[in-house]
C-alpha cells in the first residue's frame, strides 16, 4: 500500500485502515503481533509518532490489545468490529454518494443493481 499524501484523509487514518484490511483479509490473525510504530514508519517513511496514533486508534476501538515490552496483538474480537464499523461509516457514506450521484444522472434502480452484480462478478474474475 502506498500511502495518499494528497488525500483529505489523514495519514494516521490511512496506517489504521491499511491495518484492518491486513486484519480482514488474513495477512494478521486474531493475537498475531501488529507492526510496531517504528516498522510502520519505516515501511511508509513516516514519523513514528503518526504511525503510533494509527496504533492508537485501533486499539481504543478494541481492534488491538497491548502486551507490555511485547507491542501490540489483534483482538479475537478485531474482524468483528472492524465489519461492523466499516458497514455503517464507510460503506454507508459509499452508497450515499453511489444513490446521489445515479439520481443527478437518471439511473434507475434497476441499472445500478446491474452495475452492481457486474462490479462484483469483475471481482470474482480477479479472485477478490
Not at 101 to 119: G, H, P, Q, R
Amino acid at each position: 500500500m502506498i500511502l495518499n499524501s494528497d488525500s483529505t484523509k489523514p495519514i494516521y487514518i490511512q496506517i489504521a485502515e491499511w491495518l484492518e484490511t491486513q486484519i480482514l483479509d488474513g495477512s494478521i490473525k486474531t493475537d498475531g503481533k501488529i507492526y510496531s510504530q517504528y516498522q510502520l514508519a519505516d515501511m511508509f517513511d513516516i514519523n513514528p509518532a503518526t504511525a503510533a496514533k494509527g496504533l492508537n486508534l485501533l486499539a481504543d476501538e478494541g481492534v488491538l490489545y497491548k502486551k507490555r515490552g511485547l507491542g501490540m496483538f489483534v483482538t479475537a474480537e478485531a474482524e468483528q468490529i472492524i465489519r461492523t464499523t466499516r458497514k455503517s461509516d464507510t460503506l454507508s457514506t459509499l452508497v450515499l454518494e453511489l444513490v446521489k450521484e445515479a439520481e443527478y444522472l437518471n439511473v434507475t434502480e434497476k441499472e445500478l443493481f446491474e452495475m452492481i452484480n457486474k462490479a462484483k462478478e469483475k471481482l470474482k474474475g480477479e479472485g477478490k
